[in-house]
């Protein structure tokens, strides 16, 4: 499986527009997301495959990913043929709702694999989690475990998941606290890297419901968010960025810890805050994603 660490923003882009890729991987954003599903009309699919094949070449140097076509649909073996390759990081899966679907995921991909003559299980896989079912399912499916392994993570889709629900998303958001907070906990209690949330698509031009939107995400327990518009990368790479406030207080734990811990102690205060090993642990992992950052 393709090495990756986090992705805090992965911008959409339609798999038929090639100049779109190529703005894209110039933008600040982790992960480029080509899109074979939903952007692409069905006549342009088969030349929609192509172009993006092409673009995955072109771009090796940048973090790659793939949305092909749900699995029940006519597309989705030649999708897997087009586009797995070597140079590619992962392929998002939409509309999956239960671990059989996973299992066929890398039943699929070993086939694809096999036929383009790469690596078995250097693709990775970050599955779409739209439906009601699916949240239900969201820790069996996030704890479902193939061979070779593959999962990286799962994205939240609101869209879908309020079109099956039957209500409209608000800017404030309240509907979507119970998935949100399901699918980060099965992740979590999965051993799974935490998810990556829903694009913001209810004022795309409202730039403060956006970062409020962004936080309520990261506070939940998300990692990272998918875009659909460029000018969205900034205000998600730094929200689920430390700050350098964070960075600052994460060296004074751990400093002013392992030095009470020499003496013998495991529980002190720091600035009025409590200290033990998980605020320590939490501390290490601030700085650990802001080396890889910088």
């Known amino acids: 499986m393709s090495e990756i660490e986090f992705i805090r923003t992965a911008l959409f882009v339609p798999g038929n527009r090639p100049d779109r890729v190529d703005k894209a991987v110039n933008t600040a954003a982790d992960a480029v997301l080509i899109d074979l599903e939903d952007a692409v009309p069905y006549k342009q699919k088969k030349q929609a495959r192509s172009l993006v ?36 990081s992962g ?29 078995p299980g ?29 999962l990286f993570t799962v994205a939240f889709g609101a869209a879908d998941f309020a079109l099956d629900m039957g209500f409209e998303i608000t800017v404030t958001g309240e509907e979507l606290f119970y998935p949100r907070a399901r699918i980060a906990v099965a992740c979590r209690a999965a051993g799974v890297k935490p998810p990556l949330d829903t694009p913001f698509m209810i004022d795309l031009k409202d730039r403060e419901a956006l970062e409020a939107d962004v936080k309520k995400a990261r506070q939940i327990g998300f990692q990272g968010k998918l875009c659909i518009q460029p000018n969205q990368v900034d205000v998600c790479n ?38 033990d090993y998980p605020v320590v642990e939490n501390s290490r992992r601030i700085l650990k994603m802001a080396a890889k950052i910088s």
């Open 53 to 88: 094949q092409e673009k995955i070449r072109q771009h090796q140097d940048r973090q790659v990913f793939v949305r092909v076509n749900a699995l029940d649909s006519e597309f989705v073996h030649q999708d897997l043929e087009a586009v797995v390759m070597e140079s590619l």
């Open 91 to 119: 392929i998002i899966f939409p509309k999956i709702e239960s671990p059989a679907h996973i299992r066929k995921i890398n039943r699929l991909l070993l086939i694809a694999e096999q036929y383009n003559k790469v690596p």
């Open 122 to 150: 250097c693709i990775s896989v970050i599955p779409l989690i739209e439906t009601a079912l699916a949240v239900q399912n969201a820790f069996q499916i996030v704890a479902q475990r193939t061979d070779p392994e593959r």
């Open 238 to 275: 730094r929200i689920f960025s430390p700050t350098k406030e964070e960075i600052e207080y994460a060296r004074k734990v751990i400093q002013t810890f392992e030095q009470a811990e020499a003496g013998g102690k495991a529980a002190i205060q720091l600035d009025g805050k409590f200290i």
